[in-house]
C-alpha cells in the first residue's frame, strides 16, 4: 500500500505561481509512473504531468506545456509541481498519483491523494 500526500494548494491572482508537492510512503525509485492529475468543478480528472516509464519520460497537457514543471527528488521520496502563469482555468483540485508494480499479483497498481485545492481568481 502506497501513501501519497500533497501539500502547497491555495488561492492565487492569475498570472501568479505556486508549487505542489506530494510525498509517497515508500521509495519512488521503482513507481511505473508518478505525477500529477486535476479535476474541475463538473469536469472529468485529467492528467496535467506524469513522470512515465520509470521515471525516463515526461508527459504534460497541452494546456501546461511551458507553463507547468514537474520534477521529483528520489531521496525524499517527492513529486513537486512548479506552476507559473497561472489561468483562472487551472481552478482544480490536484491529485498525485502513482502507478507501481504489485510483486505478489503481477499486475499494476493505482495509488491517489487525497488533492489539494488550487484555486486561480482573475
Known amino acids: 500500500q502506497v501513501q501519497l500526500v500533497e501539500s502547497g494548494g491555495g488561492s492565487v491572482q492569475a498570472g501568479g505561481s505556486l508549487r505542489l508537492s506530494c510525498r509517497a510512503s515508500q521509495t519512488i525509485l521503482s513507481f511505473n509512473e508518478l505525477g500529477w492529475y486535476r479535476q474541475a468543478p463538473g469536469k472529468q480528472r485529467e492528467l496535467v504531468a506524469v513522470?512515465?516509464?520509470?521515471?525516463?519520460?515526461?508527459d504534460y497537457a497541452d494546456s501546461v506545456k511551458g507553463r507547468f514543471t514537474i520534477s521529483r527528488n528520489s531521496v525524499e521520496s517527492l513529486v513537486s509541481l512548479q506552476m507559473n502563469s497561472l489561468k483562472p482555468e487551472d481552478t482544480a483540485v490536484y491529485y498525485c498519483?502513482?502507478?507501481?508494480?504489485?510483486?505478489?499479483?503481477?499486475?499494476?497498481?493505482?495509488?491517489w491523494g487525497k488533492g489539494t485545492l488550487v484555486t486561480v481568481s482573475s
Open positions: 498519483y502513482a502507478k507501481v508494480a504489485s510483486v505478489s499479483s503481477g499486475t499494476y497498481m493505482n495509488y
Open positions: 513522470f512515465t516509464r520509470g521515471g525516463s519520460g515526461t
